[in-house]
């Protein structure tokens, strides 16, 4: 089993700039791909940045490509997610989701097992 927990969220003018981080606990961590999603009000949750267990592979999606950065840290059980140059329209419930160990990374929210709670970012035009 594997928890995660968002923080970084919160509200930040538009062209700046939040890092989001998700904290896991269990063992698997390390060998699970981890997806980033996040959905805006009125709207149905969407794929935003993927990564490999091992770092290797990195999935964005079009809209943040160039502006978000996913990273992870296996040693502290930690990912990330670095936003920047941030929109009005990035304005969503972000979450992290992991995938279940020694699977690969995909853009699809229904491929990943375990998820956080989210975490607002709001971005203010």
């Known amino acids: 089993q594997v928890q995660l927990v968002e923080s970084g969220g919160g509200l930040v003018q538009a062209g700046g700039s939040l890092r989001l981080s998700c904290a896991a606990s269990?063992?698997?961590?390390?060998?699970?791909?981890v997806g980033w999603f996040r959905q805006a009000p009125g709207k149905e949750r969407e794929f935003v940045a993927a990564?490999?267990?091992?770092?290797?592979?990195?999935y964005y999606a079009d809209s943040v490509k160039g502006r978000f950065t996913i990273t992870r840290d296996n040693a502290k059980n930690q990912g990330y997610l670095q936003m920047n140059s941030l929109k009005p329209e990035d304005t969503a419930v972000y979450y992290c989701?992991?995938?279940?160990?020694?699977?690969?990374?995909?853009?699809?929210?229904?491929?990943?097992?375990?998820w956080g709670q989210g975490t607002q970012v709001t971005v203010s035009s």
């Open positions: 989701a992991a995938r279940t160990p020694f699977t690969a990374a995909t853009t699809r929210q229904y491929d990943y097992d375990y």
């Open positions: 990564i490999s267990w091992s770092g290797a592979t990195i």
């Open positions: 269990g063992r698997t961590f390390r060998l699970s791909a």
